[in-house]
């Protein structure tokens, strides 16, 4: 229950002290539950797939990515970049990240193994209605929510709605995963038909541009792969009245806040410069540009996307934003989880999140999860997958490990 909670909280003003990692209590909610499990198994880890799966993948980009800081002093004769910043220190605090999520996933599958599947099904729930009361709340009275978040500037009576998150990107994405699973794990259709109609109301409040397309998509892609013909002609008639408030959510919502984007261009061409940023770094530094090194190596690969990127718009990029992150070097990173972690990392990170999505997917088939559960589980994948390629950073976005616990959870318990 309280590392489930500590997913939903990701603006602390502690944040202000402890850096950008103090914003979620994660990481010592799973520091306390870590140690505490250390020592009531006589310092023996138990590992399952998921959290081998990232404790391999940190200590393998971490000791890389040290490589490059040593080699890095060789050829620089320091340890500081350019910006005075040590790239050791870079180093350290950007891959606790992954530390942490290692922990997460760890601690999480663990204490679920003692729990019935019940008892996670009305937490979820319960969570997922928590959540729901809290976009309330902070409709009508956002200044409430003031001590969870570092700051309150901008938000106000009618703004839209960031529940316990930074901005409302994020907000949507931990909100929608927490109910797309509340509504996968509950059995009573009720409480389903409640939590579809506060999906969709929720998420006409946080205003994000793109978590319903991206649930949306994540349904197509599900529909198309995953289904038979009579499966598929059977699922239309569930399918079309939904695409049908989807559509008109959309229509009114989301894309009048896009033309926003569009008009201004500066969020568009961050994103754009930044997403081609990565794949060129794939081919500058295939073992990625390391965690605290990167800060000194970007230089080239994002030059590139630069110019492909003036090459392929259509209209004149707002380089305003990507030539404050250079001068400054705040900032600095790709607007995308996957994405900056194949700048980190290189090849190792595509590796990675392709076998972890693949086990997910896999895991979904051999659980005993009935069929719409099946559907449901594997859209939330997908949707969490395309958010965090394309949407959503996912520096203390804990909530994007909790399908793959899930999953591990039904399948384990199959």
């Known amino acids: 229950m309280i590392i489930l909670l500590s997913m939903t909280l990701n603006d602390l003003p502690v944040q202000a002290f402890l850096g950008m990692l103090g914003a979620s209590p994660m ?4 520091a306390v539950i870590f140690i505490l499990f250390l020592i009531q198994n006589k310092f023996r880890l138990y590992l399952d797939k998921y959290s081998r799966l990232f404790m391999f993948y940190f200590l393998l980009t971490f000791c890389i990515s040290l490589i490059q800081c040593v080699w890095y002093y060789i050829v620089e004769g320091t340890i500081l970049n350019s910006y005075g910043v040590s790239v050791l220190s870079k180093h350290i605090f950007a891959s606790s990240y992954y530390f942490f999520y290692f922990l997460t996933v760890y601690c999480a599958g663990y204490v679920l193994r003692s729990v019935s599947g019940t008892f996670l099904s009305k937490t979820v729930i319960l969570i997922a209605f928590i959540m729901t009361l809290i976009i309330v709340i902070e409709f009508v009275a956002p200044d409430v929510l003031a001590p ?4 309150m500037e901008g938000y106000g009576v009618g703004s839209r709605q960031r529940l316990l998150s930074p901005e409302p ?4 994405f931990t909100f929608n995963i927490f109910l797309l699973l509340a509504i996968t794990l509950s059995k009573v259709n009720l409480v ?3 939590l579809w109609g506060a999906l969709l109301a929720g998420n006409m409040l946080i205003g994000s541009k793109s978590s319903l397309v991206l649930i949306m998509f994540g349904g197509l892609l599900v529909f198309y792969f995953n289904m038979t013909l009579i499966q598929k002609l059977k699922s239309l008639f569930a399918l079309i009245p939904i695409a049908g408030i989807v ?4 229509i009114h919502t989301v894309l009048p806040a896009l033309m926003v984007d569009i008009e201004n261009f500066t969020s568009v061409s961050t994103r754009l410069i930044t997403s081609l940023w990565a794949v060129c770094s794939l081919f500058y530094y295939p073992l990625g540009e390391g965690y605290g090194t990167y800060t000194a190596w970007f230089v080239h690969p994002l030059e590139a996307a630069i110019s492909i990127g003036n090459n392929l718009a259509p209209f004149s990029l707002n380089l305003s934003e990507i030539n404050d992150m250079i001068d400054t070097g705040n900032y600095l990173s790709a607007k995308s989880g996957i994405l900056f972690s194949v700048i980190h990392s290189g090849f190792m990170a595509v590796i990675f999140y392709f076998i972890v999505f693949r086990n997910a997917f896999r895991d979904v088939q051999e659980t005993n999860a009935g069929y719409y559960q099946k559907i449901l589980l594997r859209i939330t994948l ?9 949407a959503v950073n996912i520096e203390v976005l804990y909530a994007f490990l909790l399908p793959f616990i899930v999953v591990n959870y039904l399948k384990t318990n199959s």
């Open 27 to 30: 990481w010592a909610a799973s």
């Open 148 to 151: 969870f978040h570092l700051s």
């Open 169 to 172: 990107s994020i907000a949507a």
């Open 192 to 194: 389903r038909l409640i």
């Open 247 to 250: 559509i008109y959510t959309i």
């Open 382 to 390: 997908w949707y969490s997958l395309l958010s965090i390629l394309f």
